[in-house]
């Protein structure tokens, strides 16, 4: 089972404090790299969409020298400042759905790396302003090297475009191709690389798997379908695409979903951890606490909870989140905590 343990990143001090910003930041930056036989789940922020104490739930996903964001929801960009990240640092995406929390600064990150990176790449050695600078930067946007893979089923990155991204990205230039003007594609942001779907009558259910990285630093994603929303449906094909990650087969992301326990006996029962989502209130589109806690026991001891109400998780006299001693006494692992705290 994975166990917590903080990585070491000096001290957290304010910055820009006479601006009234509010801002903070750790001394070292966030690394990116694990050790190539060491799994690392991290989590940017462990809470709900509306959390004001735990910020969304975004994950990284390191081994070697892979990094997998998944999901990058509103509040990622800031969060990942304080560690001294930016979105021109993600190489790769997974993208669970797309409600704000999970896709709210994709737009940013796909801005980003069509028009901000490639102009840092042609500074490096050529002088702003030439035809030469301007002619690079057309070469690197060409070539789309400073794009991040985006790991999602083609499926859903139509609907992730079409419903989601093309309003705020899509009209950022007239696109021709020799006939008439019409909006960019989500194939000038990202670089799309659609996992393998597969069939397994196993798993009950649509499932992908991708394997992200080289040699020792390979990491290999299940994608599974979820139950998330709407709330009243009977079957996963009346749901909107939703889905969980099995990792390596030793971790299950649930991303959110509601309660499904058919999912812990057909999809993730090799799992050695589980991090699964959770509300304190029944009904609704998300997994509720007392469902989880009628669990068998050697289930619940491998999970970790997270997207949890900050009402769930309240902040002591010395600014950390409690509430643990509930879950502990359930027989849960605990409830999972973000950054710097990481899991490996």
């Known amino acids: 089972?994975?166990?917590?343990?903080?990585?070491?990143?000096?001290?957290?001090?304010?910055?820009?404090?006479?601006l009234k910003m509010g801002k903070w930041k750790w001394e070292l930056p966030f690394p990116l790299q694990s050790d190539p036989d060491k799994l690392r789940?991290?989590?940017?922020?462990?809470?709900?969409?509306?959390?004001?104490?735990?910020?969304?739930?975004?994950?990284?996903?390191?081994?070697?020298?892979?990094?997998?964001?998944?999901?990058?929801?509103?509040?990622?960009?800031?969060r990942m400042r304080e560690f001294g990240l930016s979105?021109?640092?993600i190489k790769h995406i997974i993208v669970t759905h797309s409600h704000a929390d999970h896709i709210g600064s994709l737009e940013e990150c796909g801005l980003k790396a069509r028009y901000?990176?490639?102009?840092?790449?042609?500074m490096e050695g050529y002088t702003p302003?030439?035809?030469?600078?301007?002619?690079?930067?057309?070469?690197?946007?060409?070539?789309?090297?400073?794009?991040?893979?985006?790991h999602v089923p083609y499926e859903y990155a139509k609907a992730l475009w079409e419903k989601s991204l093309v309003g705020g990205m899509g009209y950022s230039e007239s696109m021709t191709n020799g006939g008439p003007t019409q909006p960019m594609g989500i194939d000038h942001f990202f670089r799309l690389t659609p996992p393998h779907k597969i069939f397994n009558e196993k798993y009950g259910r649509d499932v992908w798997e991708c394997t992200i990285g080289e040699r020792e630093s390979a990491i290999h994603f299940l994608l599974y379908?979820?139950?998330?929303?709407?709330?009243?449906t009977r079957t996963l094909e009346e749901n909107f695409f939703s889905c969980g990650l099995i990792v390596d087969g030793r971790v299950m992301i649930s991303g959110d979903t509601q309660f499904d326990p058919e999912v812990f006996m057909r999809i993730g029962d090799?799992?050695?951890?589980?991090?699964?989502?959770?509300?304190?209130?029944?009904?609704?589109?998300?997994?509720?606490?007392?469902?989880?806690r009628g669990l068998p026991d050697e289930i619940k001891k491998k999970i970790y909870l997270y997207h949890c109400d900050d009402g769930m998780r309240p902040v002591d006299d010395d600014g950390m989140l409690g509430g643990d001693r509930r879950v502990l006494d359930d027989g849960f692992a605990g409830f999972a905590m973000p950054m710097p705290c990481v899991y490996e």
């Open 129 to 150: 302003g030439t035809p030469a600078f301007l002619e690079r930067i057309n070469e690197i946007k060409a070539g789309k090297e400073m794009l991040p893979y985006l």
């Open 270 to 292: 090799k799992c050695e951890t589980i991090f699964h989502d959770c509300q304190s209130f029944s009904g609704g589109v998300h997994a509720y606490y007392g469902d989880l």
């Open 87 to 89: 979105v021109n640092d």
């Open 116 to 122: 901000e990176a490639p102009v840092k790449k042609a």
């Open 1 to 18: 089972m994975l166990k917590e343990i903080t990585v070491d990143l000096g001290k957290y001090f304010p910055v820009g404090h006479r």
């Open 41 to 78: 789940i991290s989590f940017l922020g462990c809470g709900s969409a509306f959390s004001n104490n735990q910020f969304q739930s975004n994950l990284i996903v390191t081994k070697g020298k892979t990094s997998v964001f998944v999901d990058l929801g509103t509040k990622a960009t800031f």
């Open 225 to 232: 379908r979820t139950k998330h929303i709407p709330d009243m």
